[in-house]
Nanobody, 122 residues
Framework: QVQLVESGGGLVQAGGSLRLSCAAS????????LGWFRQAPGKERDFVTA????????YYADSVKGRFTISRDNAKNTVYLQMNSLRPEDTAVYYC???????????????WGQGTQVTVSS
């Protein structure tokens, strides 16, 4: 079992940057693919990005490609989301999640964090 705790959210102006972190418990962190999702008020939870177990492969939603970067440090049991050139439409609660493999499919993720709010002002 994996427990995930996100941090790093906050309020930022459009064009700014934020770095989210997600710390995981357990000694099997490196055996999970990891993903970031986001959910805006009144909308479904959407895929943002995912990373493979080793960190060698990544996948991004078109809406964030070129602006967001996912990375992981298996020694620290932590996954990161660097968000640059933020836009008001990026405003959402951001969740990290763990799955048996890298995937963009929400239902494949068995473990979820509690979420961290990101608000981008115009």
């Amino acid at each position: 079992q994996v427990q995930l705790v996100e941090s790093g959210g906050g309020l930022v102006q459009a064009g700014g940057s934020l770095r989210l972190s997600c710390a995981a418990s357990g000694r099997t962190f490196s055996t999970y693919g990891l993903g970031w999702f986001r959910q805006a008020p009144g909308k479904e939870r959407d895929f943002v990005t995912a990373i493979s177990r080793s960190g060698g492969r990544t996948y991004y939603a078109d809406s964030v490609k070129g602006r967001f970067t996912i990375s992981r440090d298996n020694a620290k049991n932590t996954v990161y989301l660097q968000m640059n050139s933020l836009r008001p439409e990026d405003t959402a609660v951001y969740y990290c999640a763990a799955a048996l493999q890298m995937t963009y499919n929400t239902r494949d993720y068995a473990y979820w964090g509690q979420g961290t709010q990101v608000t981008v002002s115009s």
